[in-house]
Every structure is written in C-alpha cells, then in structure tokens.
T-cell receptor
C-alpha cells in the first residue's frame, strides 16, 4: 500500500550545523503534510506544516520544502541545538474533509555539543 | 506542555483481557484522535471523535472502540488483548471539526500510555 517513509533512520550533527531530514511519500492524493518532533517520554509535538499548493514554508529556525514532482518532503533546521535532539516524523493527510493521517517511521536526530 | 493528559502512564495486562485508557483534552477542543505507536515506529491512526461521534477510523479491528464525553475527556477500549497490542497509545486533541479544517487543525498530543500485554 501507499505509505510515508523516511530515508535516514538516524542523523548525527554537530551543534550549530544545519540539519536536513528527508521524507518520501507515495500517495499523490495527499494535500497536507506535517512535521512532528517527539522527545523521549513525550507525545509528538507539532513543528510546521505545509499544504500541497505550496513548495516552501518557513518557521522559526525551521523550513519545510515540498517537491510534489518527486513526492519528497524535507525539514531543515538551522543552527541545530542540543535541544533539537529527538525523533522527527513527517505525516501526510489525504484531503477532502476526511482525516486519515499517515505517519512515517521517524528519523532520530542526535546533536553533539 | 500541551494541556492534554492521559492515564495511566503505564499498564500491564495479559492476553485476552480488556483495557480502558483515558485522555483529557484541552478545554474547548471538540475533536480527539487516538493513535497506536509501536516501538521504533510512527503513530498509527486508530480513530477520531468529534462531538461524541466517531468521525474517522484507521485500519484497526472492532475490538478497538472509543468514547468521547461532553467534558472533553475520552476513552480508548481494547477487548481481547493480543501480544501485538503492546505499544504506546497516544491521544491528541484539536479545536475544529475536520470537516471544517480538512484535517489541518493543529493536534496537541498527550504523553501517552505505555501498554504491555503479556
């Protein structure tokens, strides 16, 4: 079946570097995408979202890029900090008023001080 | 903190038993969703309730059922527990109806209940 997946299960970076977490999706009907951060012992926390009519959206230190041609989503974190260490999930939602979110497996981001 | 709480934090059951997990949503949030998160995996959508009615369901059998109450609390019930039901169960609340927001309303997750089935 169609699914959301991540290319890299673990990403290690140095503090201050920029991080890029990638996500591939295969359902062309998906029109809304969300990135979540999950720290140990906590539930997922919303980071940023993007609709399919956009290709880029920026937040505080984070940028999401959407490439619908190749069905690829990425999360860029600028000046990564130790507090950014967590598992990051992308999720897709098929529109039309329904809510059937599909999460990817997750990427573990490790930030070394 | 998200203002969403879940109880209990941890729970151990044996195969065949029944379990009820509880969630207290943010005040004013009419929509609650439940997810199952196996170790090392992303959350899997179980179902969603809006104003006390089921509003959407993922690929889970009928032995997974839920209730939502007017006081912004909700329950997830699982009957005839199986070993594979061992997971972290998350609830998430949001303000708007998915029929209005198209499912784009921000969800606020609780910390989860860790269920172990022996």
């Amino acid at each position: 079946g169609e699914s959301v997946g991540l290319h890299l299960p673990t990403l290690s970076v140095q503090e201050g570097d920029n991080s890029i977490i990638n996500c591939a999706y295969s359902n062309s009907a998906s029109d809304y995408f969300i990135w979540y951060k999950q720290e140990s012992g906590k539930g997922p926390q919303f980071i940023i979202d993007i609709r399919s009519n956009m290709d880029k959206r920026q937040g505080q230190r984070v940028t999401v890029l959407l490439n619908k041609t190749v069905k690829h989503l990425s999360l860029q974190i600028a000046a990564t900090q130790p507090g950014d260490s967590a598992v990051y999930f992308c999720a897709e939602n098929i529109g039309g008023g329904s809510y059937i979110p599909t999460f990817g497996r997750g990427t573990s981001l490790i930030v070394h001080p | 903190e998200t203002g969403v709480t879940q109880s209990p934090t941890h729970l151990i059951k044996t195969r065949g038993q029944q379990v009820t997990l509880r969630c207290s949503s943010q005040s004013g949030h009419n929509t609650v969703s439940w997810y199952q998160q196996a170790l090392g995996q992303g959350p899997q959508f179980i179902f969603q309730y809006y104003r006390e009615e089921e509003n959407g369901r993922g690929n889970f059998p009928p032995r997974f059922s839920g209730l939502q109450f007017p006081n912004y609390s909700s329950e997830l019930n699982v009957n005839a527990l199986e070993l594979d039901d061992s997971a972290l169960y998350l609830c998430a609340s949001s303000l708007a109806s998915p029929l209005v927001s198209g499912g784009t309303d921000t969800q606020y997750f609780g910390p989860g209940t860790r269920l172990t089935v022996l």
